[in-house]
């Protein structure tokens, strides 16, 4: 074997091995990451007791099922819910938590978790319901020739 094919053979397996160290030590930092997010996330203690905690998240819940619904499109409707749940549901574990030794509790805190999911799969179907309803009646205004003044869009700052 010539000196340039063992040169260019050696260079390969550097090559090979590097890349292989590069991607052994990426999913190992990876895999710590989750894990340690996963099994053992600092939960920080409730703010409030379990039974005022579980009523911010139903009011959470109810206000962001009133702010999605003025909206117009699935994404936008989807984004306000979450948005509205977002600062009582960073409190969702930490009421897990708090909520351990009382079992009516928990089952509410179960509850509360299917309405959430339940109001969110509703947002987004009544956003898609009423969305294909206002593309079909544009459509009929079109093809009607109704061309009836159309109300001003919101601001941003109204909004």
Avoid at 97 to 106: E, I, L, N, S
Avoid at 142 to 156: F, H, K, N
């Amino acid at each position: 074997m010539a000196p340039a094919e063992r040169v260019l053979k050696r260079a390969r397996r550097l090559g090979i091995a590097t890349f292989g160290v590069v991607v052994a030590a990426f999913t190992a930092i990876c895999s710590f990451q989750i894990i340690r997010d996963v099994w053992f996330a600092e939960i920080p203690p409730a703010e409030s007791g379990c039974r005022a905690g579980l009523r911010d998240l139903v009011a959470a819940v109810e206000a962001g099922r009133h702010a999605a619904s003025s909206e117009r499109g699935e994404r936008q409707a989807l984004d306000v819910f979450r948005d509205t749940l977002r600062p009582a549901w960073r409190k969702r574990e930490s009421l897990r938590a708090a909520c351990r030794d009382d079992k009516r509790a928990r089952a509410a805190l179960s509850a509360i978790d299917r309405l959430r999911y339940a109001e969110e799969h509703a947002v987004r179907y009544e956003a898609n319901d009423l969305t294909l309803r206002r593309q079909r009646v544009r459509a009929l205004e079109q093809e009607l020739g109704l061309g009836r003044a159309r109300p001003q869009e919101r601001s941003v700052e109204q909004k």
